[in-house]
């Protein structure tokens, strides 16, 4: 396989090697300060968030019969709590539960199908079946 200048491998590589340039210890060991900080922040729903959250989970199950999953709640919830923990928030608000229905819409809605690999024998060489 030919690399071109535009390949995914070649754009990682360079995003890698700018950001490498930008990082000092100093940088680093802030960064690593603010995420022990929001892996060890305190978070909690209050009762009446709850009853959204919960509200906002049959709607979105009713409006899209088959497509979302509990899996989907537990994702919102992970999503919901990382949102307010960032911002300082030992709670969430409902501008911020907004904000990650919106950010789940989006990534919805901008997911697309992975083509699937044509079967290739041990040798590289396609199969035709």
């Given amino acids: 396989m030919v690399k071109t200048e535009d390949s ?3 754009m990682l590589e360079t995003c890698f090697r700018n950001i490498s340039s930008l ?3 100093d940088l680093l060991n802030r960064l690593r300060l603010y995420l022990t900080q929001c892996r060890e922040q305190e978070y909690s729903l209050t009762e009446e968030l709850q009853k959204e959250v919960q509200d906002d989970f049959v709607r979105m199950r009713q409006e ?3 497509q979302v999953t509990v899996d989907d ?3 919102h919830l992970v999503l919901a709590r990382l949102v307010a923990v ?3 928030k030992s709670s969430l608000d409902e501008g911020d539960w907004n904000h990650v229905k919106q950010l789940e819409r989006t ?3 901008q997911r697309t199908a992975a083509p699937r690999a044509e079967p290739r024998a041990p040798n590289g060489l396609p199969l035709h079946i």
Avoid: E, Y
């Fill in 8 to 10: 995914p491998s070649n």
């Fill in 23 to 25: 990082l000092n210890q």
């Fill in 64 to 66: 899209n019969q088959g």
């Fill in 73 to 75: 709640l537990h994702a």
């Fill in 86 to 88: 960032s911002k300082g």
């Fill in 107 to 109: 990534r919805r809605s």
